[in-house]
């Protein structure tokens, strides 16, 4: 039976984006999302996700987003388990990046005119950097 792993979220950086690289220089950048959903008379729910980005687009999420940053990200889930120091069975689930799609400015801009969604480079970033 074939089956999909796909996610489609968008939403707000919760932290700053944390860029490290493999022992084989590959450069992977963690951010943390959140995302809201109203329902009812104001009632809200919040759901929080950590993110892995890799390549071009962990640096380049890592150089002009920031917390708070608005992100679009089309993705995999990705399941994980182990066991902690102390004996208990630890498990996460997290979004490993695909696309990503920066909705909001980019860092340094934030006093500049809006940019236009479709021309990202116009933004401030060099259209060589642009990771998508």
């Not at 890592?62 to 004996?87: C, I, P, T």
Request: net charge positive; with cysteine.
């Amino acid at each position: 039976m074939p089956s999909i792993n796909k996610v489609m979220i968008m939403g707000n950086l919760t932290r700053d984006p944390e860029l490290t690289y493999t022992p084989k220089n590959t450069p992977v950048c963690k951010v943390g999302m959140a995302m809201n959903r109203k329902f009812g008379d104001n009632q809200e729910e919040v759901t929080y996700v950590n993110v892995e980005i890799w390549g071009k687009q962990a640096e380049a999420t890592n150089k002009y987003m920031h917390k708070g940053s608005s992100l679009f990200v089309e993705g995999r889930l990705k399941f994980s388990s182990w066991a902690a120091q102390d004996g208990s069975k630890r498990q996460k689930l997290e979004v490993t990046a695909e696309k990503v799609t920066f909705m909001g400015q980019p860092r340094g801009t934030q006093n500049a005119a809006p940019a236009p969604a479709q021309a990202p480079q116009s933004a401030g970033i060099p259209e060589d950097e642009i990771p998508f």
